[in-house]
């Protein structure tokens, strides 16, 4: 079998230990359920015990039962299909028990290595993010999922069901024949060696069906959300190229493994047949030398079927087991992945605010909310400097101060460093070296719940969630009312557009009628920062997407809000500028002037020209 | 049945190959009613008469029948493996190839995980039913069958017990069966709700961070998942019944089997021999019994697959060509690029509010038209008619006096380059994404593109120039630099139409006037519809239309509708400037002049 080289990305590639740390996972996930673990490994040891006992009961009424019967005493008959009918209830009560048990165990842990998964990522730093791909993620939490359920569910319990059973019968095998039991095991030496091989071949071909149909799911993701530019470009003969290919590549080595899942049941059921063979032949030879008597033979051939009997099923387990452990391992490489923003051991709170700056309570719309509003906070970063891993710096090293309460407007072309500064501002990188502090207290000390409280970020991309636009606005803070979202929407202009849809705040904005115009969109972020009431807020681009007269409803309303309060505005249209106490304009990743907006503006520099193209933009 | 009946044509096509597994199947499962017989025949004669000659023959047969045995597996298995790998992604790709060609208005009323789900997970469903399930489903009933025919020929009343059985299994069936498909389509349906779910959390990972709200949409998630949770462990429920049902039922025939056996001996009806017999064949029996109710669990669940799978296929294309089909590469005809909105109505399929009311416009070949409205005027929808991404519901968009309807969807669209508010771009290179505007063209035309875009800079500063991965799987560049690449894959090749929506929201002042200007010098034949919001964009246009709830409100020149239009002055900010001036030191100028 030739494996196809795959070309796996950086954050594809597995580290070498990574079936050790899968295996660790698994064990993980098990453990909180040891003792139904155990109550389970007591159920199936009493089912394997009635597998095996069963056809005694049976085969005694037959040999012994029936004939007595028929010389008309009936009490052995009825004791032994007594006996077999109590045993097949048990039986039945038993796997009733199992299904159940199993199910619910199951799902119990698959729900919570899907709660970890889940919360890991999102723990991720924007870095990891960034590098990665939705897709790539999202077919961990389904089809690798999948692959874990499946195992669980069907095989974890069958394994030791099969196991069991055959120990049993291996101890009835001895007790009936040493020297046949003997001959019997010896079929266990091939079948170590087939199953090793199995092993590696297997877990090779699983592991690149795991790889493969994680590429089929980003490019099916990735095609499907770009739609319009697939469409708008007639790129269908292409993305059905590339899906054919990856397609091909995941067909392969499904093929692969199930054609090792056929040598491997094969090989299997041979040397369980011909055992049997053997076992006759031996079997036969010590019964004419005497050394064996016939019933014993005819019971340990009788026997003997059924002890290989569950190998099918072990050969079932032994490759949903390789699937789902190619797929746990898939799993475990990102639980590995350490966010490079980590949450402090022991975190520090953030001081209580000084001066209770209760600003505006006389602009009605939004006053409400923000009646107890905080006053700002200052920011500072020291000696700070920025760059992607070992990249050339994209911020070299420099000090900036804002003082509680300013408004600061960033200004500069694009790939300026303006949007990494208000990232390292708003932690979702941290410097490479120096440091970020608010009211002294480093970001990296700080709680991510108090820091997200206190910092929040709005960019261009305004995202929508599945769900009404009551809950999409809430995001800014779940535990808001209706009237506290009504306010939020109605400051911000979007209340008027809300009003228009089939079922107001409460549409869905995935379904019927709910469709938003990017601009409505960035209205709905604006709303989540009023209701998300921050110390420090952080905009980055995010009225873009605005016409004149929303932007400038949207900056009235931040001109209130933002009163008392710490604000980095970045934007293209310098319309900002008239609600800024100061101007930060960037070149390079340098801040190459600071002052108060007339003071630059009146001066020569870069600002006073960025300041006049932008005045000649206008009207 | 049906949605799985409508895989037959896949069936047909490789029906040898089919019936061969399914003759495997039944081949493998047969011989273990063989071998019973020939070992007792051995244990009864030569070892009985301890005659090792008579030996050979039976254990030559044991022999033979069990290497036949382990070869009809191994064949199954080797036989059937290709076949489903390939119809899994067959079918995959008749998937992908609905999705692809259907309108964008049907793609936004799906959950992109329900897309997903079905691609993935219900396909994967569907290839183990087809490997497994199908041969099992087919040949286990066929062994219960000539079982009960063999017993009822041993003694019509061994039949009559097995045939007794059959009525509480089949009541329990029908019980479960009604019951696990709800389950089972809620299950599957909440696959792709959690899809939905992760993706969005992945996509959305910077809104939930900047808010903190990532605790928010765990629980979200979690609740989800309890909710998956549920729903399977009430099939596990479900199994469970069936299941110890039908372990038990066949024991209990056994029992009966040998109870009314030995009274028919006792009233020498039937012998001691027959009883064991039917007993012997009974045991074979309770395995395929058993089976039963895995096999309908998976039936059902491949059944609920099916279902879904066909409501993607089923999908109907509502933007076709003349024929009801989408070619992909079409002949495109010489147009002039003469652009008309003729009484263009508009609304979205589910629901009655127009969008675009009578709307009547008119480009004239290689003029610029910006569009200028509020938030949720009709802009974007409105640029959205033009390369056919959605299709009028009233009134007609022309081309050089054609209605675009008449023409192949395809040939518009390449007449008709766009860009969109979202840039989108794909994870390949820069060069790649850049030049499928117009494939086939070279390096310097790229170059070009770039330069008009004012990409170039930053392209040449990336780690591998053009041929730098970008996209989702690449490096992550920032909006404006993501809007100029996606505004060169527009204007590369010197498109007849060129729509632009809002293409450089994310760009400086200065860059995007350089960008403009490169724009009327480069491609000054192309007809332009630009949405915008600045005023600098729409000085430059030759015409620039107010819109207003869905109507053209005003139209004419920057200058002149500045003076004639209040709508216009506001939403070109003319009003508050001159308010938010006062504070600077600096005088107002304007390109214009015409508003002062």
């Known amino acids: 079998m030739s494996l196809p080289r795959l070309d796996e990305d950086a954050v594809e590639q597995l580290p070498p230990d990574i079936a050790k740390k899968a295996r660790a996972l698994l064990l993980s996930l098990v453990r909180p359920h040891l003792a139904m673990a155990i109550f389970l490994l007591v159920i199936v040891v009493l089912t394997a015990l009635f597998l095996v006992i069963g056809p005694i009961f049976i085969a005694d009424a037959l040999d012994k039962g029936v004939p007595q019967a028929v010389d008309g005493d009936p009490g052995p008959l009825i004791w032994s299909v007594t006996a077999f009918v109590l045993s097949a209830i048990a039986s039945a009560v038993l796997a009733f028990a199992s299904t159940r048990l199993v199910g619910i165990t199951a799902q119990k842990v698959v729900y919570q290595l899907r709660s970890r998964l889940f919360t890991h990522i999102q723990r991720l730093d924007l870095g990891y993010h960034e590098r990665s791909t939705s897709g790539r993620l999202v077919s961990r939490q389904t089809s690798d999922m999948e692959s874990v359920q499946q195992f669980l569910t069907y095989s974890l319990f069958d394994t030791a069901l099969a196991l069991f059973e055959m120990a049993f019968i291996a101890v009835t095998l001895i007790v009936l024949d040493v020297p046949l039991a003997l001959v019997v095991f010896l079929g266990f030496i091939p079948l170590f060696f087939i199953t090793k091989s199995a092993h590696s071949s297997q877990r090779n071909a699983y592991r690149r069906t795991r790889t493969s149909i994680a590429k089929v799911i980003v490019h099916f993701v990735e095609t499907m959300g770009g739609i319009r530019a697939v469409q708008a470009y007639r790129r269908q003969p292409d993305r059905r190229g590339t899906l054919k290919d990856e397609d091909t590549l995941y067909r392969d080595a499904n093929t692969d493994a199930l054609r090792g899942v056929a040598w491997f049941a094969g090989w299997t059921r041979l040397v369980g047949n011909v055992t049997q063979t053997v076992i006759i032949i031996v079997g036969a030879w010590l019964v004419i030398e005497d050394w064996t008597q016939i019933g014993v033979l005819a019971a340990f051939i009788l026997y003997l079927r059924r002890f290989y009997g569950p190998l099918d099923e072990l050969v079932q387990a032994f490759n949903l087991y390789q699937s789902a452990s190619a797929a746990l391992e898939k799993m475990a490489a990102v639980l590995d992945t350490d966010p490079e923003v980590v949450a402090p051991t022991s975190p520090k709170p953030l001081p209580a605010h000084t001066s209770g700056q209760s600003a505006n309570a006389s602009d009605a719309t939004s006053a409400r909310e923000w009646a107890q509003a905080p006053s700002g906070r200052s920011i500072d970063l020291t000696h700070v400097r920025f760059s992607y891993g070992d990249g050339p710096d994209v911020l070299p090293r420099f000090d900036l101060r804002i003082p509680a309460g300013e408004i600061v407007a960033l200004v500069g072309a694009t790939g300026a460093g303006k949007s990494t500064l208000a990232k390292l501002v708003t932690r979702f990188y941290d410097p490479s070296e120096g440091r970020v502090t608010i009211d002294e207290v480093d970001l990296r000390d700080l709680d991510d719940a108090q820091l997200r409280s206190s910092v929040v970020m709005v960019t261009q991309e305004s995202f929508l969630f599945a769900g009404t636009i009551a809950d999409n606005i809430r995001i800014g803070n779940p535990d808001a009312g209706d009237e506290e979202v009504l306010a939020a929407a109605t400051a911000v202009g979007l209340d008027p557009y809300i009003r228009n849809l089939p079922d107001g705040y409460e549409t869905d904005v995935k379904k019927r009628g709910g469709r938003l115009s990017s601009g409505q969109r960035q209205l709905v972020s604006f709303a989540r920062v009023f209701l998300a009431n921050p110390d420090i807020v952080v905009l980055d681009e995010a009225t873009a997407h605005l016409d004149i007269p929303s932007e400038r409803l949207v900056q009235k309303a931040l001109a209130t809000v933002l009163e008392g309060r710490t604000a980095i505005i970045i934007a293209h249209r310098l319309s900002t500028v008239e609600i800024a106490d100061r101007v930060l304009v960037m070149d390079s990743g340098r801040i190459i002037e600071d002052g108060a907006p007339d003071e630059l503006v009146s001066g020569a520099g870069k600002f006073a020209q960025l300041h006049k193209a932008w005045r000649d933009s206008l009207v | ?596």
């Open chain 2, 1 to 596: 049945m049906r949605p799985l009946l409508r895989f037959w044509p896949d069936l047909r096509s490789r029906i040898g190959v089919y019936i061969a597994v399914l003759a495997l199947t039944l081949l493998a499962n047969g011989i273990q009613l063989v071998i019973p017989l020939i070992t007792g025949h051995i244990i009864d004669g030569p070892i009985a008469d301890r005659d090792l000659s008579g030996l050979w023959l039976p254990v030559l047969g044991v022999l033979i029948i069990g290497i036949a045995e382990a070869v009809a597996l191994w064949g199954r298995r080797l036989l059937v493996a290709p076949v489903v790998a390939q119809w899994e992604i067959t079918w995959r790709s008749r998937l992908f190839e609905r999705l692809q060609y259907t309108s964008v208005a049907i793609h936004d009323s799906w959950e992109s995980g329900q897309l997903l789900s079905r691609a993935i997970n219900d396909l994967s469903q569907l290839r183990r039913f087809f490997a497994f399930g199908i041969p099992f489903l087919v040949t286990t009933p066929l062994i219960i069958i000539i079982g009960t025919i063999i017993l009822t020929f041993l003694q019509p009343v061994f039949g009559l017990i097995m045939l007794i059985m059959a009525v509480p299994t089949i009541a329990t069936v029908t019980v479960f069966e009604k019951r696990y498909r709800e389950a089972s389509r809620r299950s599957q349906d909440t696959v792709g709700e959690i899809a939905t779910e992760v993706e969005e959390s992945i996509q959305g990972i910077r809104i939930l961070k900047s808010f903190g709200r990532s605790p928010w949409a765990a629980q979200r998630f979690s609740r989800l998942s309890g909710q998956f949770q549920n729903i399977e462990v009430r099939k596990a429920k479900l199994d469970s019944w069936f299941w110890s049902v039908l372990i038990l039922l066949p024991t209990l025939a056994q029992a009966a089997i040998v109870a009314v056996g030995t009274w028919g001996v006792v009233q020498s009806w039937t012998t001691i021999g027959t009883v064991v017999a039917a007993v012997t064949i009974s045991m074979v029996m309770r395995m395929p019994i058993e089976m039963l109710g895995f096999l309908l669990a998976d039936a059902l669940m491949a059944l609920t697959a099916a279902a879904r799978y066909w409501e993607v296929i089923d999908i109907r294309h509502d933007i076709t060509d003349a024929d009801g089909r989408i070619a992909d590469a079409p002949d495109v005809g010489r147009y002039k690029g003469e652009l008309d909105f003729d009484d263009v109505d508009f609304h979205f399929a589910d629901t009655d509010r127009e969008t675009l009311k009578s709307l009547n416009l008119h480009v004239d070949p290689g003029q610029t038209l910006a569009i200028v409205g509020a938030t949720g005027s009709g802009k974007t929808t409105l640029a959205s008619l033009v390369p056919r991404l959605q299709d009028v519901t009233g009134g007609s968009v022309r081309v050089d006096g054609t209605d675009i309807r008449e023409l192949p969807v395809n040939e518009v669209r390449n007449l008709v380059s766009v860009s969109f508010e979202d840039p989108i771009l794909f994870s390949t290179s820069v060069a790649e994404n850049v030049s499928m505007g117009a494939p086939g063209v070279d390096d310097d035309a790229i170059w070009q593109a770039l330069e008009i875009t004012a990409a170039k800079d930053f392209v040449q500063r990336l780690p591998e120039g053009l041929d730098t991965q970008v996209g989702e799987q690449g490096l992550s560049l920032s909006g404006g630099q993501r809007q100029r690449l996606a505004l060169a894959r527009a204007v590369i090749g010197q498109p007849r139409i060129l729509v632009l929506d809002d293409p450089l929201s994310a760009v400086d002042v200065d860059t995007e006037d350089r960008v403009q200007r490169a724009l009327r010098e480069i491609l000054p034949d192309s007809t332009t519809l630009i949405i915008a919001h600045r005023p600098s964009t729409s000085a430059l246009a030759d015409a620039v239309a107010v819109l207003d709830e869905g109507r053209v409100v005003a139209l004419g020149t920057h200058d002149e509708l500045l003076e004639s239009s209040p709508l216009y002055r506001e939403l070109m900010g003319a009003a508050a400037v001159t308010a938010g001036t006062a504070g600077h030191t600096i005088g107002k100028r304007t390109t214009g002049g015409g508003a002062q």
